[in-house]
């Protein structure tokens, strides 16, 4: 019932874009996502409701397709502030929440 | 503004013995919850409290674990008895609102239990 996340790992340089993507095997009502530095507590991104299809957060954006049970997360123009761990939190509607398998993205310059 | 605060931010413990994690949501919040984090199984939801009511406990691993919410400004969570596989970092959460509401997460605390 935990959602997949893919890639695991990505590596970028400054200034490549980069997409995680987020499945789940139950019909989904809400998406959020978080990012993990080393060491620290998740930090809210975004979230995404059923009906809602795709937000932005400065170069950082969503999308969800209900259709597919699956969200996307879009990093443009990387920098190295974005390097962390990446985890979607997804709600399905049976009411259970999951957090992904998470997805370690690093930026190097 | 205060965040959540957990307490002990790190507990180290040995086998047997009753471990008692503390957290006070953010002012207003009025739900709140309890997650673990291992390397093994990543992030998972213990439980879920809204107005101070568990609605969601399904994760709780078994009857070793316990959850209160007498008012809606502190939580625990309680291990008892504790083993070595207890071991983890567990984190609170509060949100104002269900639980599609944003989330904002305590410090954590690091429970290593020997």
């Keep these: 019932q935990q959602p997949v996340q893919s890639p695991q790992a990505v590596i970028l340089r400054e200034g490549e874009d980069a997409v995680i993507n987020c499945s789940s095997s139950k019909a989904l009502y809400s998406v959020h996502w978080y990012r993990q530095k080393h060491g620290e507590a998740p930090v809210f991104l975004m979230i995404l409701l059923k009906g809602g299809e795709q937000k932005g957060h400065e170069k950082i954006s969503a999308s969800f397709n209900e259709k597919k049970q699956q969200s996307s997360l879009y990093l443009t123009a990387s920098q190295l502030s974005y390097s962390g761990t990446y985890f979607c939190g997804t709600e399905n509607t049976g009411n259970q929440f999951y957090f ?7 930026v190097i310059p | 503004d205060a965040g959540v605060i957990q307490s002990p931010r790190h507990e180290v413990t040995e086998m047997g013995q009753e471990v008692t994690l503390r957290c006070k949501p953010i002012s207003g919040h009025n739900s709140l919850f309890w997650y673990r984090q291992t390397m093994m199984r990543g ?3 213990l439980i879920y409290f809204n107005n101070n009511v568990p609605i969601d406990d399904s994760g709780m691993p078994e009857d070793r674990f316990s959850a209160k919410m007498p008012n809606a400004s502190f939580s625990t969570l309680k291990i008892q008895p504790s083993e070595p596989r207890d071991s983890a970092v567990y984190f609170c959460a509060s949100s104002m609102g269900s639980r599609e509401a944003t989330q904002y997460f305590g410090p954590g605390t690091r429970l290593t239990v020997l």
Aim: hydrophobic content about 30%.
């Design chain 1, 100 to 106: 992904g398998t998470g997805t370690s993205l690093t």
């Design chain 2, 43 to 45: 992030l998972e939801l």
